[in-house]
Structure formats: C-alpha cells, structure tokens
C-alpha cells in the first residue's frame, strides 16, 4: 500500500496556534516504525495546472506568490509564508498520488489532505487548495484520455466538519457525488447542499453515528445502482472523536475504527478503488490524534493486503 507525505514543509506558526503542525510528522514516524507493509514516498507538488482544475488563476498566483490578501489569509486560518505555499502544494501532490494508486492497485493514501473546506476563488478552515477536488477530477481527464469512458466519482466525507467546499465546486457535476456526514453546529456556519448530507447533534455517540453511517451508505450505494463509482475519496477525520477540541460529537477510539472499517469494507465488497486522506484531527492529546489516523491506515492497509480481487472499474462507461 502506497502513502505518500508532505510534512517535511513545517509553518512557522505562532506560539499557541491550534493547527496541530507536528502531528503530520508524527504520524508518518509511527507508520515507518509500526506499518512496515506501507511504503512511504514524498508528496510531489501539485503543477499550476493540475491546480487551475479546480481552483482560479488568481487565487493560484496569489498563494505561490505571497501575494494573498490578509483578509484571505484570515479565512484561512494560517499566515502566508514560503512553507505554506510549498506544504499546499504538495498536499494537493499526495492525494493525486494516492488517487492514482488507488486506480493502479485498489488503495492508495495521503497523511494529510481532505481540505474540503477550500473553494474555487479561496481557502478556508485550515485549508488552502481543495486537494479532493483536483484530485478527482485530474483522474477524470487522465482516465477519459487513456480508456475514452467517464469515470464516476464518490466523495465519502466523514470529518466533523461539513464539507463545504467540495460540495461547491462540484454542484452541478453529476459524475461526483458527495457524502457528507457531519456536526449539525459545527464549522462552516453556512452549510452548503451536497449530494448526500447527514447533520449529526453534539454529543453524538458511536450507536448513533454508526446507524447513521450505514444509511448514509446505502443511500449513496443506491444512488450509484445504475453506475457504482470507480473511485472513491475517503476523508477520514478523527475529529470525530470525543477528545478532539473542535468535534463536539462524542465518538469512542472503537467507534472511529469501526466507522473506518465499515467504509473500507463497503468499499472492498464492491471492487471501488479508494484513496485515503487524513481530513481533520484536533485532539486535546496530540498523540491520540496520531493513534486515531495510524489505525485509519493500519486498518485500511490490513483491508488492502486481504483482497485476493483485482480493483474493477465499475464506475467507468
């Protein structure tokens, strides 16, 4: 299983910032020393033209430039500086590289991406490009190229937070589909319409998530029963869980894992190559942070490594 990484690219944030930073690093460290089956490989950068799939010229030349306005740089959350625009560009770089090992060999990850809440003409929430979407619709292009069929795409978005900004750039794209399973009060004030979305309250424990889980995949499931996906986004956030400072919900570390295995699973059953993002994770206790994502992989590797069934294409036509 190949995961591919961008953490070599550390801001130089404030003292007292709540982006957690380290735990990108700390994460590919324990998958060296504790998932020897996962081969790690350095993000490449994303081109500005992989870029310009989803996101405006201006928007693109402002961020590799450092000419971002300050009221852009709030929204995001994080100061402009030379190792932002490097770590976007790479961050971006990961997911394409993991869509593509998806296609090739059934799975592929990123230890970091899932910026869904980045649109067209700006960023937001921590989030720069929208690595998702370039992503997705960079694999269109090449798969349209090399087999002359569309291939059909799921975003499977289970960060806290709604995803936003996917389902923005692709609301009147019937090729993908987004799922967004999320906090009803949390981050982004305004929600937009994705496909498929599933509003959770605070405090909402594994029995009530995983319940809703299952019928948010059946529906997606059904709304694919003419032409299953070929590929499928998973944003596997841990800020789900109970000890993340901005989740709000109240998932136990066994609920996360299984909500994992459960995708996964859906996923493996029906021959759906998958790439795997991190997404979101803001745990009062940065190394249960890092425990959380390193089971996501553990879990989805272990998935990967059983499968006796070459990935279809189900979703191509």
């Keep these: 299983m190949l995961a591919y990484h961008s953490d070599l690219f550390e801001l130089p944030l404030p003292p007292g ?47 590799v430039a450092g000419t971002l306005p300050a009221a852009r740089q709030r929204e995001i959350g994080l100061p402009w500086s030379p190792q932002l625009a490097e770590r976007a560009l790479r961050s971006v770089g990961a997911t394409i590289a993991a869509a593509r090992a998806a296609l090739a060999e059934g799975l592929g990850a990123s230890l970091a991406g899932g910026t869904h809440h980045a649109r067209a003409d700006r960023g937001a929430g921590y989030c720069v490009f929208n690595d998702v979407a370039v992503a997705a619709r960079l694999m269109q292009a090449e798969w349209g190229r090399s087999q002359r069929r569309t291939l059909r795409v799921a975003v499977i978005d289970l960060d806290v937070h709604q995803g936003d900004g996917t389902a923005a750039l692709f609301r009147d794209d019937p090729s993908v589909c987004t799922l967004s399973l999320h906090g009803r009060h949390n981050y982004p004030a305004r929600k ?126």
């Design 192 to 317: 937009e319409s994705s496909d498929l979305d599933v509003a959770l309250p605070d405090g909402c424990d594994d029995d009530e998530y995983l319940a809703a889980l299952d019928a948010a995949l059946a529906a997606l499931w059904r709304w694919h029963e003419a032409a299953p996906p070929g590929l499928v986004f998973y944003l596997a956030g841990a800020d789900v869980h109970a000890g993340d400072r901005l989740g709000r919900l109240a998932l136990s570390a066994a609920g996360v894992a299984e909500r994992d295995r459960r995708v996964l699973a859906a996923c493996a059953e029906r021959g759906v190559a998958l790439a795997l993002t991190m997404a979101g994770g803001y745990g009062r206790d940065i190394d249960q942070t890092v425990a959380l994502h390193l089971r996501t992989l553990a879990l989805a590797w272990v998935g990967w490594r059983s499968r006796v069934a070459p990935v279809t294409t189900a979703g191509a036509r």
């Design 17 to 63: 910032h709540p982006f957690p930073m380290a735990k990108y690093r700390l994460l590919r460290e324990r998958v060296a020393a504790e998932l020897p089956g996962v081969r790690l490989q350095p993000a490449p950068a994303a081109s500005v033209g992989e870029l310009a799939l989803a996101h405006t010229p201006d928007y693109i030349e402002q961020v």
